[in-house]
């Protein structure tokens, strides 16, 4: 992973320098004739790489990278084009924009997240050298610098862990990841209940999904406790850790990418670790139900009756809608156990959601407008979309059912994923307008490089996480 360091403007001695660009914008002063003839042809568009060779002279390779309108999007998406396009390169140099023109975490992020690539085992021999140090000619600023490195570093976390293929991700593997990531950070604690407690305390929904498979599932419960903290966010996130649909079996093109179907809980685990490496003053409390949703002689079947944590019934007719299942044990935990302020959950809970939003934006649910909307402007922050959708009240009665409190999927078609948020609702139960659901099925893997986002799972979450958690 590259590393920053600031250099004095007036010190530059480089072989590749780094011009940021923005149409309309004057480039600084004292850049050779050739790089400002160029310039003037360049469009400045986010993350566009120009790239200036100059042979036998110095610097010997000028790149325009464009920042956009030099909001935070264009930055970080210059950020990112800059990283893929320097790959082979191991040190350059930029000249920021005097004034407060640089937005340095979003170029930072950019950076970092636009050279992950995700590996199994060890780099090949003749893997490309990895651009190693980025030196920045401006006004240093290393908070800027150690929150962006924070933030990215939980991101590609969550990648990893998202990437892992499913024969080696079980539940229990995920467990061990987390609690080796979180010791490295005072005041992180980490419990991992196996089956036999689940059953002891009435985790019906988490036994039931994960009884297929022979690799048991888990409850992981991380909990980031600073002494000032006046607030207590419970973030909860589906950790399926792959998904067949179970006896309602996927078609199988549907079910090749399952792997991915624990991005919530990916997502939730590394913000919490996050959230210490930066020691925001907040307690914040990662629940990730982990399960395995297979096909066996001891799956749960269609029209099974599930008793969740508390006591409240499901009547399950699909085994395909296995993440709610989780997710209303440990919802029903978190309010009744752990006394939060605020609960958000993250889940690739539905297809539906891609089909409503597309495949970059994530779908957001609340009662709450005031809640809603710092958890949107901390997405839109952070370059992650989300949109908010309704929790209709009059849906509510396609969920009812003659065997149980609920049926977990809906008697009419339609609203997939609006269906799936109330159902949720109801296991938020008296903290239900203090709830916040994403249902981030399709913004949480790409299928090409694009900007600050690389190929397979996206980490979708965790930079949106960060921003609110500090912004409460
Ligand atoms: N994990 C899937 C949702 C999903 C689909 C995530 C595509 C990412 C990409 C979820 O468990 C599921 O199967 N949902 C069903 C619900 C239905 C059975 C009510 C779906 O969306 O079809
Ligand atoms: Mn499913
Ligand atoms: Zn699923």
């Known amino acids: 992973m590259p590393t920053f360091r600031f250099i004095d403007p007036a010190d530059v001695d480089a072989d590749t320098l780094v011009v940021p660009t923005r149409a309309g914008v ?41 920042v956009g309108d030099g909001g935070a999007s264009g930055w970080r998406a210059a950020g990112a084009g800059l990283a893929r396009s320097t790959a082979r390169t191991s040190t350059v140099t930029v000249v920021l924009p005097a004034g407060d023109d640089t937005d340095l975490r979003a170029f930072a992020e950019g950076v970092l997240l636009g050279s992950y690539r995700f590996r199994l085992g060890a780099p090949r021999p003749d893997a490309p050298p990895a651009l190693d140090e980025v030196l920045l000619a401006g006004t240093p600023d290393e908070a800027a610098l150690a929150t962006a490195r924070a933030t990215a570093e939980a991101t590609m976390l969550a990648r990893d862990l998202t990437n892992m293929p499913s024969d080696e991700k079980t539940p229990e593997w995920f467990a061990e990841q987390v609690s080796a990531a979180a010791a490295a950070y005072d005041g992180l604690t980490i419990s991992v209940r196996e089956p036999e407690q689940l059953a002891a305390e009435g985790f019906g929904g988490i036994l039931a999904v994960g009884g297929g498979s022979s690799r048991g599932p888990r409850l992981v419960e991380l909990t980031w406790s600073p002494a000032q903290a006046t607030q207590h966010v419970v973030l909860v996130g589906k950790g399926i850790t792959f998904d067949t649909g179970g006896i309602s079996i996927k078609p199988r093109d549907a079910m090749k990418l399952m792997r991915k179907d624990m991005g919530g809980a990916a997502a939730v685990v590394a913000a919490t670790i996050a959230a210490a490496a930066l020691r925001l003053p907040v307690r914040v409390t990662a629940l990730a139900p982990l399960a395995e949703n297979l096909v066996s002689g001891s799956a749960f079947r269609p029209g099974d009756v599930i008793r969740h944590y508390g006591g409240r019934t499901s009547e399950s007719n699909n085994s395909d809608a296995e993440g709610r299942l989780v997710l209303a044990d440990a919802l029903a935990y978190a309010v009744d156990r752990l006394d939060p302020d605020l609960i958000v959950d993250l889940a690739t809970l539905t297809g539906a959601n891609a089909v409503a939003l597309g495949k970059r934006t994530a779908a957001l649910y609340s009662d709450n407008d005031g809640l809603a909307k710092s958890f949107a402007e901390a997405a839109t922050d952070a370059g992650e979309q989300v949109w908010r959708m309704p929790l209709t009240t009059d849906y509510r009665d396609f969920l009812s059912s003659e065997l149980a409190d609920l049926s977990s999927i809906a008697s009419e078609g339609g609203a997939g994923s609006v269906m799936a948020a109330l159902y949720l609702a109801e296991f938020a139960g008296p903290l239900r307008d203090r709830w916040v659901h994403i249902d981030m099925s399709a913004p949480s893997w790409i299928e090409s490089d694009s900007s600050e986002l690389s190929k397979g799972a996206t980490g979708w979450g965790v930079r949106t996480l960060l921003r609110w958690l500090a912004s409460l």
Request: glycine content about 12%; proline content about 15%; cysteine-free.
């Open 26 to 66: 004057p480039l600084p002063d004292g850049l050779p004739a050739d790089v400002v003839a160029l310039a003037v042809d360049h469009s400045g568009k986010g993350g566009v790489v120009e790239v200036l060779p100059r042979p036998t002279q110095r610097p010997s390779k000028v790149l325009l990278v464009g």
